[in-house]
């Protein structure tokens, strides 16, 4: 699933989402000068962490937008437009890395993706994720079901929050072998007094496809941030209620 990018406030707004994918990278344990991919790179942020761990790194993400502050940002990486579930690389790679991108993906598209990076890894090559895992900001989802219910419409989650269960078979039916997984709560604190609104316009065009007027969503969006300020924001400060889902498989 692809949206169009608000690219630089996504940079300037949403900047846990790289730092949170640092300690993901932990994960790799690679020799230094092995080359990764990091899938859904989005501004090259992490593919740049990548790089000053010694690795030979290519980023490969959907999104235009994104791309162009890649390269400007990090001249001295490669980085190429493709999509997550339909790719291929000319040489296989000893790593796929990819952070806070599988949850856009549909569950119907995962043996896509999945498939394509067993293609793009060498045997025994290491793959190492994080995205939003079963329970992913439910809180959110929930308030937001309930206000556009107020107002007449349906609300879909747009994303996909896997158990390790889950997750675990579609890797194993892919030909990898699961080294490491879990699921941890994360409250994620976000930026600026309107930090959940924010938030939501960021992450969540999607469900609000439905209603078509602007003034009406801005107050959908209001109120679903009063809902949620109890239970969401501490200390004048907002957090948003993420779930991940952290793994490491082999490519077998």
């Not at 949206?3 to 790289?18: G, L, P």
């Not at 290519?58 to 235009?64: E, P, R, Y």
């Not at 009406?216 to 991940?244: F, I, M, N, P």
Request: proline share 3%; glycine share 8%; aromatic share 12%.
């Amino acid at each position: 699933m692809n949206i169009n990018w608000d690219a630089e406030k996504y940079t300037s707004d949403f900047s846990f989402v790289h730092q949170y994918g640092s300690g993901v990278a932990e994960l790799i344990d690679a020799a230094a000068g092995s080359t990764v991919l990091d899938l859904g790179c989005g501004n090259g942020a992490l593919s740049n962490v990548l790089h000053d761990k010694g690795y030979l790194v290519t980023g490969l993400d959907a999104s235009k937008e994104l791309l162009e502050i890649a390269r400007s940002a990090y001249p001295g990486l490669a980085f190429i437009q493709g999509d997550a579930a339909g790719f291929s690389l000319p040489e296989p790679v000893d790593v796929v890395f990819s952070n806070a991108v599988f949850h856009w993906i549909d569950r119907e598209r995962q043996p896509d993706m999945l498939s394509c990076v067993h293609r793009a890894l060498k045997k025994n090559g290491q793959f190492v994720f994080e995205f939003g895992g079963y329970g992913n900001n439910r809180l959110i989802h929930d308030a937001l079901a309930e206000v556009f219910s107020e107002h007449g419409y349906a609300y879909k989650v747009p994303f996909y929050f896997p158990t390790i269960g889950e997750y675990a078979a579609l890797l194993e039916h892919a030909g990898f072998r699961v080294r490491y997984a879990v699921l941890f709560d994360r409250p994620t604190e976000l930026k600026g007094e309107n930090g959940l609104k924010d938030w939501i316009s960021m992450f969540l065009k999607t469900p609000f496809s439905v209603i078509k007027d602007e003034a009406e969503r801005e107050t959908v969006r209001d109120q679903a941030a009063e809902h949620l300020r109890s239970a969401l924001c501490q200390g004048g400060k907002w957090y948003a209620d993420y779930v991940r889902l952290r793994m490491k498989a082999i490519r077998l």
